[in-house]
């Protein structure tokens, strides 16, 4: 089979968009479980470097043994740490965990902030996990860029960029604004399912007539 241009038309951006809205769902679901915003901005803090699935086992228990956001300012450090620990680089999670919810108190009322601007002086707060908040509790259009949406949206040759804020402004010139936080998901989901790291699987991917990275 011919493999698709790498031209960034928008022709070929309108035929990946359609193809994964036929493929994959439509409403936009998150992977982490919460019931309240800073619930969600926790969990996204975790999510660094371990799998929604952890996380959600660890919150199962950590948002009962705290909650409310005084209770995480003023948790032990340690044993937060200890709570925490099977997500991964716990130390520093945990420390950021406590001054996020000190800091959310403190300067916005116990209010998890909508502007970006603000979201990213949080402690453990990045572009990615601000935009995670924006897209779900906000319903702001943005495009979290994680390792599959990174590593496919190169594939596709939507990006050439490495810097995930470089791919963030790229993508958003591209895809149509309404397809932006439905982007993450569906990307995220086929990056899981067919378009794994180290063994994708071509073959059967909805999206080979339109990948110039395709292999078959």
Not at 93 to 106: M, P, R, S, V, Y
Not at 122 to 129: E, I, N, Q, S, Y
Not at 145 to 155: A, E, G, N, Y
Request: charged share 25%; hydrophobic share 35%.
């Amino acid at each position: 089979m011919k493999r698709a241009s790498k031209r960034i038309t928008k022709e070929r951006v309108h035929k990946i968009c359609g193809i994964l809205n036929q493929t994959y769902s439509t409403e936009y679901k998150c992977y982490l479980n919460y019931e309240t915003p800073w619930q969600l901005l926790f969990a996204t803090i975790l999510s660094a470097q371990c799998t929604d699935e952890r996380v959600n086992q660890v919150t199962e228990k950590l948002f009962v043994k705290y909650p409310t956001l005084e209770a995480f300012a003023h948790a032990d450090l340690k044993e937060m740490e200890q709570d925490i620990y099977s997500t991964g680089f716990y130390k520093n999670k945990a420390k950021n965990l406590i001054l996020c919810a000190g800091q959310l108190l403190e300067r916005h009322q116990g209010q998890v902030p909508d502007r970006l601007e603000d979201l990213v002086q949080l402690a453990g707060v990045g572009r990615k996990t601000a935009n995670v908040i924006r897209g779900n509790i906000f319903h702001e259009p943005s495009i979290v860029v994680d390792t599959h949406v990174k590593r496919i949206s190169r594939l596709l040759y939507l990006t050439k960029n490495e810097d995930p804020v470089k791919i963030e402004q790229d993508l958003m010139k591209v895809l149509p604004r309404e397809q932006w936080i439905l982007y993450n998901i569906q990307i995220i989901t086929h990056g899981r399912s067919i378009c794994i790291a180290r063994r994708p699987k071509c073959g059967e991917c909805p999206l080979q007539t339109v990948c110039p990275s395709c292999e078959v």
